[in-house]
């Protein structure tokens, strides 16, 4: 058994927890009463971590949809890949890349302005 400090990541308070784990598995999760801001408080959702992380139903790779309903079993990368792609189509589509590129030339012209210095 061992007990970690650290902080909450599941919303912007960021409250200071205390977690005790046996190997990869969280056996309890504490408000951290040393935390300055949160001191000792913690909400139901990290409250409730070692039940998320046991739960049956939590996947643990990536699924890909299939066209009839189902889900396949990818890799991390295929996964990434995919979603990379889903983006750059979803950019294009709805003017994403056009406004980078409008952003890039704001830059450039910003950049190329005169300073006060020189002349
Ligand atoms: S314990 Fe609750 S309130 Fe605190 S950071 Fe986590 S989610 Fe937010």
Known sequence: MAIEQTACILCSRNCGLRVETEGAQIKSVRGDDAHPLSK???????????????????????????????FTRVSWSQASATSRSACSRSASATGG???????????????????ADSS
């Open 40 to 70: 000792g408080y913690l909400c139901q959702k990290a409250a409730r971590l070692p039940y998320y992380q046991e739960h049956a139903d939590r996947l643990e790779h990536p699924l890909r949809r299939e066209p009839d309903g189902s």
């Open 97 to 115: 890349a056009r406004s980078r590129s409008t952003a890039a030339a704001a830059r450039a012209t910003t950049s190329a302005a005169p300073t």
